[in-house]
């Protein structure tokens, strides 16, 4: 495998971990190295494999489970790759309104003061809505495989740590912990891997052009390649200007529209496969958000049976971000199992020259 790669220029390896979904920073020699090693650890997924897609949040968590795409795409679908199937996708509020359960909500219309939603976020407080969340929401769901949003601790480039930001950490901490004690214990054999959000924004955005719901075209862009961007630790750049971080803002913004539009053209165009009445009325509720009430049309039986689940749909962001996340993973999965086949010139686009 070491010696495909070889032949390959340092620009053309960056391409290759990008398509895998890993770090693409260094020499080409650690890049060569870097992929090597993920692709000595692959395991292509099973057929039953299950990948349940976490969007961490306390009032705006997201979740949906997907499939790897069907040998055979549905009717809808024909003509075109066949995408993942999505048997659960919706969004959950673990802030309890007053009266309520922690981790029984689906997201409500009513937003509120923060007084109104306030809840004991403490250590003991929240190992019970984890183990809730988990015990009677996701492992239901049966996954094999659960992917994580990784989180961060500053937002903005400032250097305050904000007490919501801590609790959101906190919760990320107590679901690994609680996955690993269901593994440890025989109650569950899956695995939990934890997923850089930028990487997911960089491989489906980089290049990626999407018609949005106002019709006009947006992209192209490499959303890592910003001024005043944030670094891994959350940090932004000490020589960005006030301008650049202002536009670093504004870029952040394109890009979540963006994400937005991607997920809104692939429910349009039946790009995945909606599993299911819970997944179906999802795709309806997303797009009666998304799109402009003229192009919505006569609402379909399956909206009209769960009356109500647009409007639970707070924010459309954390709502695409589970989705793309998951299925940006199977994508990097799908690449590498091609890459140790030996078709890493397919990958970058680059035709192999002849031996003849």
Request: with cysteine; glycine share 10%; charged share 25%.
């Amino acid at each position: 495998m070491t010696t495909g790669l070889t032949k390959l220029s340092l620009g053309q390896l960056r391409n290759l971990t990008l398509q895998c979904g890993i770090n693409r920073s260094g020499t080409k020699g650690v890049l060569i190295q870097r992929l090597d090693q993920t692709l000595r650890d692959h395991r292509p997924l099973g057929p039953d494999a299950r990948v349940l897609s976490i969007d961490l949040g306390i009032r705006n968590l997201a979740y949906s489970l997907l499939s790897p795409p069907l040998a055979r795409p549905s009717r809808a679908q024909r003509g075109s790759k066949a995408g993942p199937a999505v048997h659960a996708w919706r969004p959950l509020s673990l802030a309890p309104a007053p009266g309520a359960a922690a981790g029984d909500q689906d997201q409500g219309p009513a937003d509120g003061a923060d007084e109104a939603l306030a809840a004991d976020f403490s250590p003991a407080s929240l190992s019970r809505i984890a183990l809730r969340l988990v015990q009677e929401r996701l492992l239901p769901l049966r996954p094999t495989h659960v992917l994580i949003e990784r989180q961060r601790f500053r937002s903005g480039g400032g250097s305050a740590v904000y007490e919501w930001t801590v609790r959101v950490n906190s919760l990320e901490a107590m679901l690994y912990a609680t996955f690993a004690t269901l593994q440890a214990l025989g109650h569950w054999d899956g695995v939990v891997l934890p997923i850089d959000p930028k990487r997911v924004s960089t491989f489906l955005l980089e290049d990626q052009k999407v018609v949005g719901d106002d019709g006009v075209e947006r992209g192209g862009e490499d959303p890592d390649c910003v001024p005043g961007a944030k670094k891994a630790g959350g940090k932004a750049r000490k020589d960005a200007t006030g301008a650049e971080v202002k536009s670093s803002g504004r870029v952040a913004r394109e890009n979540k529209k963006r994400k937005i539009d991607l997920v809104g053209n692939w429910l349009v165009h039946h790009k995945l496969a909606m599993a299911g009445v819970e997944a179906t009325a999802m795709r309806i509720a997303f797009l009666e958000k998304w799109l402009p009430k003229e192009h919505l049309g006569k609402r379909s039986a399956e909206g009209l049976a769960l009356k109500g689940t647009a409007e639970s749909i707070r924010k459309l962001d954390d709502v695409a971000d589970s989705l793309l996340q998951g299925v940006a993973w199977l994508r990097w999965e799908e690449n590498k199992t091609k890459l140790r086949q030996g078709h890493q010139f397919d990958l970058v686009g680059v035709q192999q020259e002849s031996s003849a």
